[in-house]
């Protein structure tokens, strides 16, 4: 069966800690690795992974693949009280795109 | 630019009540559609998903049915809901992205969801 699992499912930091979120998976047919966040509201996109290795980056936030250890990790540095949310991993299987989702992992970003 | 629309926002329905959820998708054509829910303190579901008007894929037996009948409008229905059908629904789109290996890789968006209360 097809499973995606994160870890830690909560955490607590203050501001300016740095963060490392975890995401391993077994599926079959994989394509992709997707990283979204969620604030009591749908889930925004925040990347996509497909190759081993190269870091994706958009300002604090990384996020690498690797895809003969089945997983991923989302780094964010300097961490802001606005950071706080659910962080989903999600795999897609197939040519369908359809996604296979974490159980998430709560950050919380205390002033 | 590509918008992703849901509505209602909330919705509190009795047991045994008929339901209509709606997506619609704009600035893109022939999108892959998919509905997922979300259940207080978890993960996503996913429920159905559709690569094309009239083809719908079930991922998970249950109270709720999915329909295409446009090319970028998606319905969620159920004859009569359940007090486990609460939770958040939510509509996504995605679009081909690159390739990976052996297939292709789509990103996908969510359109902004409804909560749903079965009382």
């Known amino acids: 069966e097809d499973k995606v699992v994160q870890s830690p499912l909560s955490l607590v930091v203050h501001e300016g800690d740095t963060v490392t979120l975890n995401c391993s998976y077994e599926v079959t047919n994989f394509r992709s690795l997707l990283w979204y966040k969620q604030e009591k509201k749908a889930p925004t996109f925040l990347f996509m992974l497909?190759?081993?290795?190269i870091e994706k980056k958009s300002g604090r936030l990384s996020s690498i693949l690797d895809k003969k250890e089945l997983f991923s990790i989302l780094n964010i540095t300097a961490t802001q009280t606005g950071d706080s949310a659910v962080y989903l991993c999600?795999?897609?299987?197939?040519?369908?795109?359809?996604?296979?989702f974490g159980q998430g992992t709560t950050l919380q970003v205390k002033p | 630019s590509q918008t992703i629309h849901q509505w209602p926002a909330t919705l509190v329905q009795p047991v045994g009540s008929p339901l209509s959820l709606e997506c619609t998708v704009e600035g893109t054509s022939n999108p892959n559609l998919y509905w997922y829910r979300q259940a207080a303190g978890r993960g996503l579901q996913l429920l159905f998903y559709?690569?094309?008007?009239?083809?719908i894929s079930s991922e998970v037996p249950q109270n709720l049915s999915a329909s295409r009948p446009q090319d970028r409008q998606f319905i969620l229905s159920s004859k009569k809901l359940l007090l486990s059908d609460s939770g958040f629904y939510l509509c996504?789109?995605?679009?081909?992205?690159?390739?990976?290996?052996?297939?292709?890789?789509?990103?996908?968006?969510f359109g902004p969801g409804t909560r749903l209360t079965v009382t």
């Open positions: 996504a789109w995605s679009r081909l992205s690159g390739t990976s290996g052996r297939g292709s890789a789509y990103e996908q968006y």
């Open positions: 999600a795999v897609s299987s197939g040519n369908t795109g359809k996604l296979i």
């Open positions: 559709s690569v094309g008007i009239g083809q």
């Open positions: 497909t190759s081993s290795g």
